[in-house]
Every structure is written in structure tokens, then in C-alpha cells.
């Protein structure tokens, strides 16, 4: 875990000074003194500040971790996978989760390094187990990001916040911007059956009218679409690993989860796009 942010740490810079930072001592030190424990489970938090009301909770986490691990997601995995760059020093995964999709891409390019960012603690400490070359800071997408100008080769951003303008800074020239969007029809049936947060209209574009301020074109965009007969507990981990799971209670789901038939189908729909300069 040590490792994994001596690994990482030339790519990191100081969220109140923007200064570099050394290892020392169990510490993350800035050039001005500016220091930050290690958490014993290898991750460093950056904040500075109370988790915030929408950081994923431990529950959500575990949903998280055991739907990706049924593979309800895989074909996601596999997409995001295939539109990488052959070769990458660097990667930056802005809302890590648990690192599942930043633990594939480095599974799959064994030279390259990762640095995983999510404003969840509960996150950072899975996500710090989730693979070798995985370093793991606990910060704020929306706050700026606590990287290095010009500092990673790709920025992954899987169904997670899309900060555009720091996305552009911390990319090196050559570099590229990976999303993953859900589309319109993703867990519509989830969506139907439970009542749960929709869509955005509209989303794309705002999305393409953001990056492309800041330089940021679609260079690759590929669609995703999947459905599979799902179980009540893939539902349910669904449904209490997202957003819902702010206005939702696991027993309250799982009773109305109950009253329907299972296994039934359900759509996973997701654009996945490659941005660059």
C-alpha cells in the first residue's frame, strides 16, 4: 500500500499550497511543511474537511463491490479496457469507488502506475486493497484536484464526477480523457419498477459543451448495452450502492423487491467516450 503512493507520490501536489510532496515517516510532507498521515490502510486523506453528506457510505460501498463482483458489469470493464492507449505511465481514476475499474486497466497494462481520488472514505479504504500499483487519496473532484499540472497520461471518469477544467489540467498534452456515461435507457427497469432517479436529459451534450471549452474533443465514443436476468440481490445492490440510496432503506427495498418475480431482465446501457486535445 506504501508502495503504491511511492509509486504515485511525484504525481500528487498539496491541496493548500499546490507544492510537491515527499514520503516521510508514515506522512505525505509538501515542500512547505504541509503534512498528511497515511491511513493504515494505505490511503492519505487530502481534504481537510468533514466527509460531505453525499461521500458513499460503508453500505454503499459493499453493494458496490459485491455487484461488480457478480460481473452484471463486465461488458463495461471490458469496453473501458479496449479504448486505452496501448502504452500509459500514468493514470488518474477520478471517483474511484472501490478501484475496481482503475485495478483493470492495470491489469491489463502491467507497466503502467494509477492514482484512484474519491471523496468517500469508506471508498478509500477498499479501494486501497484493490490492487498493487494503486495509490489511493481521499479529495473533492468539485474542490480541484490535488495532481500535478500536466501530470497523467489518461483520467478515467466512470459514472463519477466530471470536473472539465482540472481534467485539462492535469493531463499531459498527448493524454486522454476516458467517460463513462450511463444512457438513457440504463436500469430502466430498476428505474420503473422501484421508482428510482432518472436520467438527466440532455446529459451528452452538456457534457460535450463542457470539454470542449476547455480544448477537450470525442476522439472515440463506443455504446454499451447489456441486459441480463438478474437476481433480487444484484437489484437491490443496485439500488443502495448509487444515489438512490440517499432517499432509500435496504428493508424498505428489499420488501418491495419481494413482491416482485425474479430473475428478470435488467438493462445496463452506459456510452463510454475517449476525449483528447
Known sequence: MISALA????LLRCPRCATGFGLSEGSLRCTRGHTYDIAKQGYVNLTGAAQPAHAD???MVAARADLLASGRYAAVGETLVA?????????LDVGTGTGHYAASALDT???AR??????????CRRAARAHPRLAVVTADAWAGLPVVDDGVDVVLSVFSPR???EFAR???????VITVTPGADHLHELRSAFGLLGVEDG??????DAFGRVGLIAAEQRVVVRQDQWTVDDAVRSIMMGPNAFHSRSVAVQAEAGRLTWPRPVTISCVITRWTH
Open 109 to 111: 497494462r502491467p507497466e
Open 7 to 10: 509509486g504515485a507520490v511525484d
Open 203 to 208: 446529459k451528452e451534450r452538456r457534457l460535450t
Open 83 to 91: 479504448v486505452l492507449p496501448t502504452e500509459i505511465d500514468a493514470v
Open 163 to 165: 470536473n472539465a477544467e
Open 170 to 176: 492535469v493531463l499531459r498534452p498527448d493524454g486522454c
Open 114 to 123: 494509477a492514482l484512484g481520488l474519491d471523496v468517500s472514505v469508506a471508498a
Open 57 to 59: 457510505s460503508p453500505a
